[in-house]
């Protein structure tokens, strides 16, 4: 398979690395804006043919189609920020590419009830054009990172093996993850972070999504691995736009575990208005706030070696089996350390970045394939895990006790 990476940040650099370990990868060409880093990842891969580099604006649709053609890509690999969704996805398509990403088109607030109704949601723009790709014979396979993506990959293996019927679906990101010495370094991108966090949660209920205010409905989520309990809160996530669209449930939510203080933190960056993304005019510069804050934060990509402790992300179903009630959590945990000392990569991009590098493999090898704009849920889930295992990445399932604990409302 030929591939165009479009982003070479913290998890693009992480799916460079991975794919060069694998014999499907023909061909990646590592694109940025940021060309010359772009050409350091590249030359550290043994640059081209295999691993060429190109400068592009991800904003620019026809550039992007340009690029893919004249690679004669089979996918275009959308590495950045999800503001730049609809131009790498529309980029894509114009040049009869199939195309994947880890985060979906962005969300816009109902303009009069926020926090009660769902506005524009994260990938209506996408799932608006699935008939398009449907008719090119084209795949957009969407949301499919770590969560979203492997965590839609468990709640689909669960549907197929673990219940008869599924009542409840809640993904929870959480461990005992921490940076030590810095007072505030989102651990991705802060334009994801402040998307995510500060914008209305959404919520599957009763076959209706509605809203809620930020960092609601606080839970106290026992994490498998020691961890122990760690609370969660709600936060806007893509898990609960897909899987409804192909798991029948009553309800579906999000949650992660921040902490009151990184809360805190986000709530006065709202406050100030350094959230905000128009332009403003400092001493007769014009500048986003959004940009100055991402300016004057931790590079996520530089802390790698910083990282201690846990990350665990998994899906927790609720259900009935054999007439009977049953609760699993299917999760994968990941320890800071040993990814930096094992793949010299920092553990989110890592464990967002081998879940791509897995679904390129079955798409590679024919075992996924499909036309339209789906999500990791519309596939096979079996061969997915199958190749976790084959490549030695840890995941598991346990059950829980039915009732012994509730997800808050």
Not at 142 to 156: E, I, K, Y
């Amino acid at each position: 398979m030929r591939v165009l990476l479009v982003g070479v940040g913290t998890v693009g650099e992480a799916i460079a690395r991975l794919s060069a370990e694998r014999d499907w990868c023909e061909a990646m060409v590592l694109a940025d804006y940021d060309e010359s880093r772009a050409r350091v990842l590249a030359d550290s891969l043994g640059g081209a043919p295999r691993f060429p580099s190109a400068q592009i604006d991800a904003r620019d649709p026809a550039a992007i189609a340009e690029l893919a053609r004249a690679n004669r890509v089979d996918l275009v690999m959308n590495a950045v920020d999800p503001q730049f969704v609809m131009s790498i996805f529309h980029g894509a398509l114009e040049a009869d590419a199939n195309y994947m990403d880890m985060a979906m088109s962005l969300s816009k607030p109902h303009p009069d009830r926020p926090f009660e109704e769902p506005g524009l949601k994260l990938g209506d723009e996408q799932f608006a054009e699935a008939a398009e790709w449907q008719s090119r014979g084209r795949l957009a396979l969407v949301g499919m990172g770590m969560d979203p993506g492997l965590t839609d990959v468990f709640a689909a293996h669960a549907a197929k093996h673990a219940f008869d019927e599924i009542h409840e679906v809640h993904v929870r990101d959480g461990g005992d993850l921490e940076i030590p010495g810095y007072a505030f370094a989102p651990v991705f991108s802060i334009w994801t972070t402040i998307e995510e966090c500060l914008n209305p949660p959404i919520i599957w209920d009763s076959g209706a999504w509605h809203t809620t205010e930020p960092f609601s409905a606080p839970e106290s989520f026992p994490f498998p691995e020691g961890i122990g309990p760690v609370e969660c809160v709600n936060v806007e996530h893509e898990e609960v736009l897909l899987v409804p669209r192909w798991i029948e449930t009553n309800r579906a939510t999000f949650k992660y575990a921040l902490g009151a203080d990184f809360i805190d933190k986000l709530k006065t960056i709202h406050a100030l208005g350094m959230d905000r993304t128009d332009r403003v005019s400092v001493k007769g510069v014009e500048v986003a706030p959004r940009d100055v804050l991402a300016a004057i934060t931790p590079d996520p990509i530089s802390l790698g070696d910083k990282f201690r402790g846990r990350a665990v992300v998994g899906t927790w179903v609720l259900g009935v089996k054999d007439g009977k009630p049953r609760e699993t959590f299917a999760y994968q945990m990941a320890d800071a350390e040993e990814i930096w000392r094992r793949y010299r990569l920092q553990i989110v991009g890592w464990q967002t970045g081998f879940n791509p590098v897995i679904a390129m493999e079955l798409l590679a090898s024919g075992a996924w394939s499909g036309a339209g704009v789906l999500g990791p849920e519309a596939f096979d889930p079996d061969p997915y895990l199958a190749l976790l295992d084959d490549h030695g990445i840890h995941h598991a399932v346990i059950d829980m006790d039915p009732g012994a604990h509730r997800p808050t409302r």
